[in-house]
Nanobody, 117 residues
């Protein structure tokens, strides 16, 4: 069974960098059929796709966030990570990691990140 689990600080100060890790079990992040994505949902808003890391390690980001976003991976731990720099209170959201084939099929439970001083 595929499982994803987000981890990281729940509170980040403005201007700092938000860092989250997704630990994957039951599937390899290097398997070619899948890509691994980060999505968030701010209070009262819809889902927002942040970016993806493919099985070969290539990355693609939302154009609106590309300058602040970085996704990386640790294949030895079967983990992939999100870094979002220069955060503001508008980055407050529940952050999800997910596996994607044609679309997201397995999701983590989500982790609340609040940006506040």
């Amino acid at each position: 069974q595929v499982q994803l689990q987000e981890s990281g600080p729940g509170l980040v100060k403005p201007s700092q960098t938000l860092s989250l890790t997704c630990t994957v079990s039951g599937a390899s992040i290097t398997f070619s059929a899948y890509a691994w994505i980060w999505i968030r949902q701010a209070p009262g808003k819809g889902l927002e796709w942040l970016g993806v890391i493919a099985s070969d390690g290539s990355t693609y980001y939302s154009p609106s966030l590309e300058s602040r976003t970085s996704i990386s991976r640790d294949t030895s731990k079967n983990q992939f990570s999100l870094q979002l720099s220069s955060v503001t209170p508008e980055d407050t959201a529940v952050y999800y990691c997910a596996r994607s084939c044609v679309g997201p099929d397995y999701w983590g439970q989500g982790t609340q990140v609040t940006v506040s001083s």
